[in-house]
């Protein structure tokens, strides 16, 4: 749980339906080819559950009443990485501070793979 104080109160979101709006803005981009798994534990759930997560890829840390997002994504061969990260990183921060109202302190990407299509 994400809690979050302003002036009015205290408030507390979901950070399965944050990673799960955060991923599915992130692989709407142009030129994203999927989401990865970042880490051992959630490469091992996918494993055991055999299906796949729709928040892979996603890292949320909490920074006061801000939030620090990393992404772990694959991109398609022949675009600009630079030209996606940025995207990716100026919609995250909208698509978060409008339907979550919550600040974002930085949006990180890391691309972890490559594909043709």
Do not use: P, W
């Amino acid at each position: 749980m994400i809690k979050i104080n302003n002036h009015i109160g205290s408030i507390g979101i979901s950070a399965k339906y944050l990673r799960t709006l955060i991923s599915q803005t992130a692989e709407s981009c142009f030129g994203v080819a999927g989401m990865n798994y970042y880490g051992a534990m959630q490469s091992m759930n996918t494993l055991v559950r055999n299906s796949r997560a729709e928040n892979n890829g996603v890292i949320i840390r909490q920074n006061g009443n801000k939030l620090t997002i990393d992404l772990h994504i694959t991109v398609s061969y022949g675009v600009n990485v630079s030209a996606i990260s940025e995207s990716i990183v100026h919609k995250v921060d909208y698509v978060v501070s409008d339907l979550a109202g919550i600040e974002v302190e930085s949006v990180n990407v890391y691309v972890d793979g490559l594909v043709a299509l």
